[in-house]
């Protein structure tokens, strides 16, 4: 009983929480990469926009 004692103590409890902190980096990862996503297409909308609005100015003046 005692050797199960210090077994969970020095190797299942620390290595657990190794664990529960990687899955918090994981995901505080996934999250940076989604609004690094979402701020990219925002860009891209601005660029198509910027685009069409110099197509159209463009345009008229031909």
Do not use: C, N, W
């Not at 529960?20 to 994981?26: G, L």
């Not at 940076?32 to 069409?52: N, P, S, W």
């Amino acid at each position: 009983m005692i050797t199960a004692t210090v077994v969970y103590f020095l190797m299942v409890l620390p290595m657990a929480k190794y664990l529960a902190r990687q899955e918090e980096r994981r995901k505080a990862k996934e999250g940076t990469q989604e609004v690094i996503e979402v701020t990219e297409l925002e860009v891209l909308k601005e660029i198509r926009d910027a685009l069409v609005a110099q197509r159209g100015s463009g345009h008229d003046r031909r």
